[in-house]
């Protein structure tokens, strides 16, 4: 209960966060801006869902069949050398990314797309990991006792019951991908950023502003996507956690 | 019918070697409840877990239905035998109906005979399967999940069962329940069941053999009441405790002790009885019990119509010194 009255006090605070920045960027100027430029705005956030959408899809491609591979008996010795590559790759910054892989790559929005694959990777891998390791093991037990293959111990019983962890790490790293793909910008990647990063050098934070928006408001669109998505296709059975808290 | 034949189990690890299940040779009958015994540690669920193949055998050789576990395909093997296990086990993504097809599914079943069976072993462990059918595991109390549990293990009617402490998790009266219940669809199905216990109580209850383990060497294998009235050694003597006479008790019924004493020796039926009654076929731990807490130490005895059959009281368990329950079935 009390568990349940912290969290309405945080999302209010988050709120009155959310509510007093678009008060700051109604008096700044920012929608008067967007109601100017329409046009420029759209083609922007078309970009940057563009960048976050395709890093995503390739950071999931590649994260949740890694995790699933190095949770296999067989390769069970390599996961904590997969997993602190990982952990080491998530210490380097995300400007330090963008700056080295640029370097191999030159401009363009092909480096953004790496820069923030690399981002995602780790939430992902990491949830899926412990998702499946976190399957209760008597569950396992009592599926090879009544004689499932492993395969089918795999499809019904440890990639259900990890679908919650795995979604939870996809939502993650989708959302940090939305905030740090403004950075796409400064690489000639495009994307909302190219209206933060003008509105900072001309000292104008009304089109600063303009573009921050947006952001944040993709942000919590594509998490509530998300979260409904979670409940169309994570077991009935596993919900009640969400439930109870 | 299941043969062990110096099963034997070592586990190896790095540093050491753990010899958690020790020669064992004995065999269980067709349709029989063999309960498997013993303190914490002593190998019982090693052993019961080899048989499904769970743990690899070291040595020796086990049987099921005559034929040699290791000779058989280990999916066909399992999926011929149930498994039960402590904390059910309940696959929590699929609901109840699911989780009971599970075995039936992967024997390639059609919908409708799955649908039949899975409403028929419902209503067997007393769920409405119009109410249960369609909740998932977390929708359903300890008690109702585990008769899921043993449901599904039932499904695709294997002859033989493994139940590792199916009720260790439940409370007293729950279990008791559960337990009588078992009995009772056992005496339909007459499966050939191990049955994992560290409760005398319940070994007594529910076994036709009881096997005592200890540091995985068999200690002694018998009925209930062999075990009982002829322990082995100072082991099996501490084991079942000082109360054994007690417990032997449980195993015998009021009627036992009418058709031994030929009637009762007071019969005072014509007069009205305005002390305490007990059932006929109540067993005579509970008999007793009865009669010491009754004030002028008699109960009045009644068959299932309620008719008053005579007074037993507590000189009538003299005749009950040294006898066993196999010379009372020869009496019966
Ligand atoms: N995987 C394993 N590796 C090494 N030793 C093991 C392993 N599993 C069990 N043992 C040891 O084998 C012995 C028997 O274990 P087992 O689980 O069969 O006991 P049990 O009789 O079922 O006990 P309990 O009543 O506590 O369930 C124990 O000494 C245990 O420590
Ligand atoms: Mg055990």
């Known amino acids: 209960m009390s568990g349940k009255k912290t969290e309405q006090i945080v999302k209010a ?136 293959t492993s395969k089918q111990v795999f499809f019904k019983l440890e990639l259900p019951n990890a679908l919650y962890a795995i979604m939870a790490g996809i939502r993650t790293s989708v959302v940090i991908n939305v905030g740090t793909g403004a950075l796409a910008f400064l690489i000639g990647g495009g994307g909302l950023g190219d209206l933060i990063f003008t509105g900072i050098s001309l000292y104008d934070t009304g089109i600063m502003l303009s573009g921050a928006v947006p952001v944040i408001l993709l942000a919590i669109l594509l998490d509530f996507l998300l979260e409904k998505l979670e409940k169309i296709i994570v077991p009935r059975g596993l919900q009640r956690t969400l439930e109870a808290a | 019918m299941i043969e062990f034949q110096n099963a034997t189990k070592v586990y190896e690890s790095v540093d050491k070697s753990v010899t958690a299940v020790n020669n064992i040779n004995f065999h269980v009958e067709p349709g029989e409840i063999c309960v498997f015994l013993g303190p914490s540690g002593c190998g019982k669920t090693t052993l019961l877990r080899m048989v499904n193949r769970l743990i690899p055998i070291t040595r020796g050789s086990i049987e099921v239905e005559g034929k040699n576990i290791n000779s058989m395909d280990i999916i066909k093997l399992r999926r011929s035998i149930g498994y039960v296990i402590q904390h059910n086990g309940l696959f929590p993504n699929m609901t109840i109906e699911d989780n009971i097809n599970v075995v039936p599914k992967m024997l390639g079943w059609d919908q409708n005979r799955m649908k039949k069976r899975c409403s028929e072993l419902m209503e067997m462990m007393g769920l409405d399967p119009g109410q249960f059918q369609k909740r998932y595991p977390f929708e359903l109390s300890g008690g109702q999940q585990q008769r899921i549990g043993i449901a599904r293990a039932l499904a695709a009617d294997p002859p033989v069962m493994l139940m590792d402490e199916p009720f260790g998790a439940l409370d007293p009266i729950i279990r008791d329940h559960l337990q009588n219940e078992f009995l009772r669809i056992q005496k339909e199905m007459k499966k050939t069941i191990l049955f994992v216990s560290h409760d005398i109580d319940e070994a007594i209850k529910l076994g036709d053999k009881v096997a005592i383990f200890d540091t995985g060497e068999l200690m002694q294998i018998g009925t209930p009441d062999e075990i009982l009235s002829n322990p082995k050694n100072d082991f099996v003597r501490d084991f079942v405790g000082d109360d054994r006479a007690l417990k032997r008790l449980t195993l015998l019924k009021v009627r036992d002790l009418m058709v031994l004493s030929d009637g009762f020796r007071k019969h005072r039926l014509n007069n009205e009885w305005h002390g305490q009654v007990i059932s006929v076929n109540e067993n005579l731990k509970t008999a007793l019990s009865h009669l010491l807490s009754a004030p002028n130490g008699e109960v009045c005895v009644v068959d299932d119509h309620n008719k008053k059959l005579g007074v037993l009281c507590v000189s009538d368990f003299n005749l009950f010194t040294e006898v066993h329950p196999k010379d009372i079935s020869i009496v019966r």
Request: charged share 10%; no cysteine.
């Open chain 1, 13 to 148: 605070g988050l709120y009155l966060i959310i509510i007093s920045i678009l008060g700051w960027a109604y008096f700044t100027g920012a929608f008067q801006f967007i109601i100017e430029n329409p046009k420029d705005l759209l083609y922007l956030t078309g970009q940057h869902l563009k960048l976050v959408g395709i890093s995503a899809a390739l950071a999931i491609a590649t994260a949740v069949p890694l995790g699933i591979l190095i949770t296999r008996p067989k390769f069970k010795r390599l996961d904590w050398v997969v997993l602190n590559f990982a952990n080491i790759g998530q210490t380097v910054p995300s400007l330090a990314i963008l700056a080295l892989v640029m370097s191999y790559f030159g401009l363009g929005w092909q480096t953004a797309i790496f820069a923030l694959w690399f981002n995602s990777l780790l939430p992902i891998l990491r949830n899926t990991v412990a998702g499946i390791e976190n399957v209760n093991p008597q569950i396992i037990d009592a599926g090879n006792g009544m004689g499932m």
